[in-house]
């Protein structure tokens, strides 16, 4: 009897662990299957987007248009959330990794903790998609009446007396990076004023409170095309297409030249690869619509960034920030 009662818990245990052991194996093919399918029918509600930029500015411009196409691709929407500076940053960095929260970044994220902002990094984050282009549209602009009708004429007129020639620029990110490197071509300081964003860059222009600024020719170009403002050069190895008739640095003599900005996606880290991949692809798709391009054209003059695959723009992120260290201050 006692031999009966002990074969029946030995083969009670026996079941016991198989059965538990073709549950887990049950688990781990449910999470593979979970986690594919997370990324094929992506998305399934709407994608909650932080611009770390002001509403109506470059960023959250090409932000809007980029949405009614993903609407159009994907039945979603984005929810765009203009949540300025560091604190863009730090909010996607905390939010959920359910695949639904990301922030389309510039400059910043690149060198915050070179800089000290902040304690973490650009890798800290899922890489979606590094959006660049070979041409910089960053430039120095001045009011139609300015007596500087060259980029030499007004560089020489800083040099001979840095006090009478005021730049404006924002003392953080792209704009106080490139005015850094090109002083350290020049061999020479340059009077600067930090005077906010790239709207407040026009508005301290065109109300005259400094001589030149620093800024894009996306939003110089409906001054110019007013009649208030002139672009001098821009920062490029080549002309901008969209200024074909604004020189570079360069071709005046001057040898300088300065990377893109990109628009950078990334996500919380954890968030799944699988998503990550899907919105890539996504954004890719976009970029190759035809009449995407055209609107980018027409109603941001500008050009489509390519946007490479998630392991390309990796390698394109590590490339970005090893260009812009030198210049970014402690």
């Not at 609407?71 to 949540?83: E, L």
């Not at 002083?183 to 020479?188: P, S």
């Amino acid at each position: 009897m006692k031999r009966t009662i002990a074969l029946i818990l030995v083969l009670l245990m026996v079941f016991t662990v198989f059965a538990a052991c073709g549950s887990k194996t049950e688990t781990k093919t449910e999470t593979k299957t979970e986690t594919k399918s997370a990324g094929a029918d992506w998305p399934k509600q709407p994608v909650n987007v932080v611009c770390p930029a002001a509403a109506g500015g470059g960023t959250d411009n090409a932000l809007r248009l980029q949405n009614e196409y993903f609407v159009k691709k994907t039945g979603q929407s984005f929810v765009i959330d203009n949540i300025t500076g560091i604190a863009g940053y730090e909010k996607t960095y905390q939010a959920n990794t359910d695949g639904y929260n990301f922030i389309c970044g510039t400059t910043t994220i690149f060198t915050s903790e070179l800089d000290g902002t902040l304690t973490y990094d650009w890798d800290d984050y899922e890489m979606v998609g590094f959006a660049s282009t070979p041409y910089n549209f960053n430039c120095v602009a001045v009011r139609a009446d300015s007596p500087y009708q060259t980029i030499n004429e007004l560089l020489d007129a800083a040099k001979a007396n840095p006090s009478s020639v005021t730049g404006g620029i924002t003392m953080t990110g792209q704009p106080l990076m490139i005015t850094s490197a090109l002083q350290k071509v020049l061999g020479y300081e340059l009077y600067l004023a930090d005077v906010g964003n790239a709207g407040e860059r026009n508005a301290a222009l065109l109300g005259g409170h400094v001589d030149w600024i620093m800024n894009n020719t996306s939003s110089c170009d409906p001054y110019v095309k007013s009649g208030d403002f002139r672009i001098l050069a821009v920062c490029g190895d080549e002309r901008y297409p969209m200024n074909p008739d604004v020189p570079t640095f360069k071709e005046m003599g001057i040898d300088f030249s300065f990377p893109s900005q990109p628009m950078v996606w990334l996500a919380p880290k954890g968030t799944p690869k699988e998503v990550c991949e899907a919105f890539n692809k996504i954004l890719r798709e976009i970029n190759d619509d035809p009449n995407y391009q055209n609107d980018v054209k027409t109603k941001l003059n500008s050009i489509v960034n390519d946007i490479p695959t998630v392991e390309e723009s990796i390698k394109k992120a590590e490339e970005y920030k090893a260009a812009l260290a030198p210049y970014v201050k402690k």
